[in-house]
């Protein structure tokens, strides 16, 4: 109870600046606390997220509760249930604080109707897309943790924006019924945090099949924070310099290089590899998105198009109406193409372990110059390249922060590894960060 009320405290406080939170839920927040010390009172522990105060993205079912996914349109919208994510973090004792805002319908851009999150480092930067308010609530201490949707980057650019730790798990791993839906065979659920660690904690108690999404994989769900000090000696970490430094911002390089030498120094063999191509992937990203996402909106788009953003570049409008001019044959090539990316990547990962990488080729993006890159379609596809191709693979990512640029911004780096790996991304991870500090470091203290 008292490190609930500790965080509502400072929601009050903080939060009418940075707008991370669509709704906060002191009173849902406080019976589960007490529920939290009573059971540990009782002697029944649930686990490592027992009595922690977490919030989810406002895209997440929540029973009574308002789930807009950051579209007026849906402002009125209440569920009866919660989605299966929801359930199974209450189930493991944790503590929802409310729900967290984010760009209109999980897409690119916010509604023009709502307060935008701001990035707690320097308002006038990026937070992130679409998991906006996760990576800022994280970051600012509103939360402990949060839970974040990644559809072509969306867990990974607010994390690095926001300087903190976002796990991306495989798709399937983690239930997507309850939560509203972008793109859904793009779509991955997974838990934002500050340290990889906590993301290991959080995976496992969200983590497994479940019947109301057919779509879940059954694989069995380890405990992934159980080999959490085995350290990186020995492991495979790939890295391809073309790839991970060309057309990529200076700071970020530097810091990618300092990534790889503090895993080397810890006993990872580095080895130079060649990621396949994934031009064709990146292109295609917003066409098979945009198809998906007017199936998805197809009651309300285009009959209450008015109720939507305008239709432009980096809105879900605009994204809706270039998937309504692809084609099948379009839409096939995306498919083999999107087959060809993934086996040749499955086929890396029979060398190494790892995959190290760029979050974002940009360091110091502001409001505006992201506002701009929606404008540029060649400069939104570079910006895309680390984020988009493992989307369509569907591989599980870590994002870690890694240093500061000159001006103060977070900088970041992405681990990728095999399908159902995450034990190893979060292992590793940790070790990265048993090494440095940079996810120590806080805004707004």
């Known amino acids: 109870m008292e490190l609930t009320d500790a965080l509502l405290d400072r929601i009050a406080q903080v939060d009418p600046t940075l707008h991370a ?7 849902v927040a406080r019976t589960q606390a007490r529920r939290a010390d009573k059971d540990l009172a009782e ?44 359930k199974r973090l209450a189930d493991a004792g944790a503590v929802l604080l409310g729900k967290l805002q984010l760009t209109e319908g999980a897409f690119a851009k916010h509604h023009p109707g709502i307060a935008v999150p701001r990035n ?40 690095a924006a926001n300087g903190i730790t976002g796990l991306k798990p495989t ?16 779509d991955h659920i997974g838990p934002m945090t500050r340290s990889a660690a906590d993301a290991g904690a959080m995976l496992g108690a969200i983590a497994g099949h479940d019947p ?37 911002d200076a700071d970020i390089v530097g810091a990618l290089r300092d990534a790889r030498r503090v895993l080397e120094d810890q006993g990872a063999v580095i080895r130079d590899v060649r990621v396949p191509d994934h031009d064709a992937v990146t292109a295609a990203w917003g066409s098979l998105a945009g198809v998906e996402t007017g199936i998805v909106h197809a009651a309300t788009y285009p009959a209450r198009s008015s109720d939507y953003g305008p239709p432009a570049s980096g809105t879900i409008a605009g994204l809706i109406e270039h998937g309504r001019t692809v084609t099948a044959i379009d839409l096939m090539n995306i498919h083999y193409a999107r087959l060809a990316f993934g ?10 372990d790892l995959l190290l990488i760029p979050t974002q080729p940009l360091a110091d993006f502001t ?17 895309l390249r680390f984020a988009a191709p493992f989307d369509m693979s569907g591989s599980p990512t870590l994002t870690l922060p890694c240093g500061f640029t000159a001006r103060g911004l977070p900088l970041s780096f992405q681990l990728v590894s095999r399908h159902l790996d995450e034990a190893l991304l979060v292992r590793a991870g940790h070790a990265y960060q048993q090494a440095t500090d940079w996810h120590r470091k806080q805004p707004l203290r």
Not at 214 to 231: I, M, N, Q, R, S
Request: charged letters at 15%; glycine letters at 12%; aromatic letters at 8%.
């Open 21 to 27: 939170y669509a709704t906060v839920t002191p009173e």
């Open 43 to 86: 002697g029944r522990d649930r686990g490592p997220l027992h009595g922690i105060p977490i919030a989810v993205k406002d895209i997440c079912n929540t029973a009574g509760i308002v789930t807009a996914a950051g579209m007026p349109i849906h402002a009125s919208h209440v569920p009866d249930f919660d989605a299966t994510v929801v």
């Open 120 to 159: 707690p480092w320097h308002a006038a930067y990026y937070a992130g897309a679409s998991s906006s308010g996760s990576g800022v609530a994280t970051a600012a201490g509103l939360a402990f943790g949060a839970i974040g949707s990644d559809t072509g980057g969306s867990i990974r650019f607010p994390a």
């Open 171 to 186: 798709w399937g791993r983690v239930s997507r019924h309850g939560v509203f839906p972008l793109a859904p065979s793009l």
């Open 212 to 248: 109301s999404d057919p779509t879940t994989l059954v694989a069995p769900v380890p405990d992934y924070l159980a080999d959490l000090d085995k350290g990186v000696r020995g492991l495979r970490v790939g890295i391809d310099l073309s790839y991970a430094e060309d057309g990529v």
């Open 343 to 352: 086996g040749a990547l499955a086929a890396l990962f029979r060398d190494i």
């Open 367 to 383: 409001v505006a110059r992201e506002a701009a890159l929606f404008t540029q379609p060649d400069e939104l596809g570079a910006f």
